[in-house]
Every structure is written in C-alpha cells, then in structure tokens.
C-alpha cells in the first residue's frame, strides 16, 4: 500500500480560448511619452516549469501567436533585430492565450519590443475571462513602451495574482501597437507565475490525516492527483516508512513516467 512521500505533483499544460471582448489596451491607454516600466532582474526558470512552488516560472508566448481583432489589419513580419510583427494597417488590440500550468498563480507579464517611434508606444497586458462566455477583464494595468525606449523588456504586474483555470478562469494577452511601422515592432511575450498546492478541503479522506493536521492539505493534493490511494482501513499511515517499491509507485504516477511498449 502507499503512504507518506514529499514530492511535487505534476501540472499540466492547458490551452485557452480567447475572450471576445477587445479595446482594454485602448480604453486605458497612457500618454505615449509616459516614461518607460523597469523591473530589478530575477533568476528565472527556463518554463513552463511542471513542479516546485518556490521558483518562478516563465512561458514564452511568440507575437506572432497573437491574433488581430479584425479582419481589416494588416502586418508583417521583420528579422532585424530580432524577429517581430508590426503593422502596416490599424485597427484595434491584438489577442492570445496565455499559456501556464492550471492551478499555476500568474504574477507578471514581459514584453519584448522595439520602439523608436516618438508619436506611439506600444500599449500591452493581461486579462482574464472566465468560462463559458464571460467576456474578459484586465488584470494588470496597461503596460506602455514609453517614449523612443528602443528594444527591450517592459514589464507589467498583475495586481493581484490570479489562478489560471480556478473556477473557469482563462487567461489572455492583449497588445495595441500604436503605430503602422516597423519602428513599433513587438517580439514575444513573457508570463511569469508561481506553482501551488491546492488549499485543503473541508473534509478528511483518511481517518489518520483528520482536518487541521499539518499534513492534510498535501496528502489530499496527492488523493487529489491519483498518487496515493492510502495503507488499507481508511488510514494513510503517515508515519509509516516508505518502501522502495512504494516509493516508484509515488514517483511513476507523480511524474505520469512511461515507456514506448
């Protein structure tokens, strides 16, 4: 039988549809001349990241992922520097799917861009819907390049962290590039959140493991996630030492490790 084993359950990867609603970026934009947002560099993870809940991870998500609100825009791509899109027509933001572990916190989002246009930044952020059919809502301040920044990284905090895929929530980017030139030209787009442990239900699934025990919010994670099935009798014997064999069975299901036939 299994019992007790400290070890990160895997999340996994979910893809999101877009909201239908569109103009956050427009309805909150700042002055174009607005200084430019700094951030302190971080040590990041090379994301997504699928366990721990200490270090941040971050999914990289392409502007070219990214879609028009309508079919009248029109774009292209440039190499140099870097590759990016920029418009050649206007007409409203850009949409796309935010992709983080369900259950994972988003805490900030990065844009990588290259602005010399003194006349227009590029307005960006975060919002979120929640599923079925609520329409989205910002959940970070709009974020601008600034005045004539060049390319760099301009960063934008959600104010305050939201769950992806809690209770049908659905995250998205949105950009508005500002001009109809290469000199507002954006690259891709970075999501940075934090793992977590569910919080702990009201009920106990083992007699052992009663509510209010310092191990129950992670041995009901694990309930939660098929790793553990418990020792017999309704108890999981938390106590108990591992065995080897056991400890596979925590590890295999934990990490869904498999072999090709």
Same mark, same amino acid.
């Given at each position: ?21 569109? &103009?956050?970026? !427009?309805?909150?934009? *700042?002055? %174009?001349?607005?200084?430019?947002? $700094?951030?302190? @560099?971080? =040590? ?44 050649t027509s206007s007409s409203g933001d850009w949409w796309g799917e935010a992709f983080i572990p369900s259950g994972a916190l988003a805490l900030r989002v990065e844009l990588e861009a290259c602005d010399t246009d ?24 709009? &974020?601008?390049? !600034?005045?004539?920044? *060049?390319? %760099?990284?301009?960063?934008?905090? $959600?104010?305050? @962290?939201? =769950? ?98």
């Amino acid at each position: 039988m299994m019992r007790k084993v400290l070890f990160g359950a895997c999340c996994l990867l979910v893809a999101l549809s877009t909201g239908a609603a569109s &103009g956050f970026a !427009g309805q909150e934009a *700042g002055s %174009a001349a607005s200084e430019p947002l $700094v951030v302190e @560099p971080q =040590a990041v993870s090379q994301g997504p990241e699928t366990y721990g809940t200490l270090s941040e991870g971050v999914a990289v998500i392409a502007a070219t992922q990214l879609m028009p609100s309508s079919s009248a825009v029109t774009f292209t791509v440039t190499t140099s520097p870097g590759i990016g899109v920029f418009e050649t027509s206007s007409s409203g933001d850009w949409w796309g799917e935010a992709f983080i572990p369900s259950g994972a916190l988003a805490l900030r989002v990065e844009l990588e861009a290259c602005d010399t246009d003194a006349a227009g930044a590029l307005l960006f952020g975060m919002a979120r819907s929640v599923s079925p059919g609520v329409s989205a809502a910002n959940i970070t301040p709009v &974020g601008s390049t !600034g005045a004539t920044p *060049g390319c %760099a990284f301009f960063p934008v905090a $959600v104010t305050t @962290p939201v =769950a992806m895929n809690n209770g049908g929530t659905y995250l998205h980017l949105f950009l508005n590039y500002g001009s109809t030139s290469a000199t507002n030209k954006a690259n891709v787009f970075r999501v940075f959140y934090k793992l977590q442990v569910s919080p702990a239900p009201g009920v106990a699934t083992f007699a052992d493991v009663p509510v209010g025990a310092a191990q129950h919010r992670f041995v009901e994670a694990l309930v939660a996630a098929g790793i553990t099935g418990g020792c017999g009798g309704g108890n999981y014997c938390p106590n108990d030492a591992v065995t080897r064999g056991q400890m596979a069975v925590f590890i295999a299901v934990a990490l869904g490790l498999h072999f090709a036939p």
